[in-house]
């Protein structure tokens, strides 16, 4: 946007988190990017008091100061406060109304630019109070008009979404869960072709790479009494993978979706966990049949276009969410490894991000409801799918 003023109060407290230096151990079968920052400890002991010489500091300790507002050194003459002024009351009563905000204060007597800075540090305190998808709150200035934008996001936990396919080519050849097998096939069928997660054996995706990275380390590294089982796990990763995508492929998996669903009798808990799954994946495949993974990847605000054009600096969606081979191995801990480490040395991380512009046009309709679903349907497919052990059901008698 051409000449273009953005306006924060104080400081900005949201900023990108920081990346932990090592991954958390998968929770529920999901492996987490980063560590939580833990909180500080609080002295139990009251601190000593301390009064002032002089009587009369104790005034300045009672006084409130006003929010300041700053917009990088920029003066307005002050023939153009009175304009700005009218389009910052105007577009707040747009993001009032929006966002059901009736109890802001009205601060046009504070004057300029108290009475601004003092509007955006309210409602942000209220938006954060009462959205939980909200990130952040500008008043931005054009050659035209000024108005707020506000940023909502759907924070993913830095978690890597990362879904095993070996074990459900497993359970395929598995008499005892073969109808729980087709099942899951169409999940991850609907997943496939309509969400659009990447596949590993996709020449184009993130891992696909990281497991070529992977196998060049196997051939260049010294041979050792490992190094013939490390190459049969790659290979097994390549060709069951290949296989698998295949089957998933098949728009067949999707025609009979609902049919393997209406048809299925869960005997166990592990069905029943399964049988929820579908069902889940079955609402958003008719909710929701032509929405990708990616549909608000975070490039809605014009300000920060750029902010994900250097992949190396930033964890786009495509990396920490994939289909891959499988949570156990050699390569499965390699792979991890590796990705934590490039993931260290990105600062932010692309995440479903929806901008509102209180400008007067219409606002965006986008909500996160499928991301929601989505994410918390690859969740519970995570975690079943890496729980499924093979060897441990015997044929009933």
């Not at 184009?204 to 490390?230: K, P, R, V």
């Not at 479903?352 to 965006?364: A, E, Q, V, W, Y």
Request: aromatic residues 12%; negative net charge.
């Amino acid at each position: 946007m051409d000449n273009e003023i953005t306006y924060h109060i104080g400081y900005n407290t949201n900023s990108r988190r920081k990346k932990a230096k090592t991954a958390l151990p998968p929770v529920r079968g999901i492996c987490t990017m980063d560590a939580k920052t833990k909180r500080c400890r609080r002295n139990q002991k009251r601190p000593k008091e301390i009064s002032p010489n002089i009587p009369t500091a104790n005034a300045f300790l009672k006084t409130v100061f006003m929010p300041r507002l700053i917009n990088g050194g920029t003066v307005i003459p002050s023939e153009e406060i009175e304009m700005l002024e009218e389009d910052f009351y105007r577009s707040l009563s747009r993001l009032a109304e929006h966002y059901g905000a009736s109890e802001l204060s009205n601060t046009r007597l504070y004057g300029y630019p108290s009475n601004i800075a003092y509007s955006i540090w309210e409602t942000e305190k209220f938006l954060k109070r009462n959205d939980k998808n909200w990130d952040n709150l500008r008043l931005v200035r054009d050659a035209h008009t000024s108005y707020l934008i506000t940023e909502e996001r759907y924070f993913t936990g830095s978690t890597l979404y990362y879904i095993p396919i070996i074990p459900l080519f497993m359970m395929l050849g598995d008499k005892i869960r073969k109808k729980t097998a087709h099942l899951l096939l169409s999940v991850c069928s609907y997943l496939y072709h309509n969400a659009n997660i990447p596949y590993y054996r996709q020449e184009g995706s993130y891992l696909y790479w990281e497991y070529e990275m992977l196998g060049n380390w196997i051939e260049e590294d010294e041979e050792t009494d490992l190094t013939d089982a490390y190459r049969r796990e790659l290979r097994e990763a390549e060709w069951a993978g290949e296989r698998m995508e295949q089957k998933l492929h098949n728009r067949k998996n999707l025609e009979v979706f609902k049919d393997r669903l209406n048809h299925f009798k869960a005997h166990d808990d592990f069905e029943n966990e399964c049988l929820q799954i579908a069902q889940n994946a079955l609402g958003l495949y008719e909710t929701y049949p032509n929405e990708r993974y990616y549909r608000n990847a975070g490039r809605d605000n014009e300000e920060d276009d750029d902010e994900y054009d250097n992949e190396e600096e930033t964890i786009t969606m495509d990396k920490y969410v994939s289909f891959y081979a499988n949570s156990r191995g050699w390569l499965a801990q390699n792979l991890f490894e590796c990705v934590n480490n490039e993931f260290n040395e990105c600062a932010k991380t692309q995440e479903p991000t929806i901008c509102k512009r209180f400008d007067g046009s219409s606002l965006t309709k986008n909500n996160f409801d499928f991301e929601k679903k989505l994410f918390t349907l690859m969740d519970d497919l995570i975690y079943i799918l890496n729980t499924y052990h093979k060897q441990t059901h015997e044929p009933s008698n």
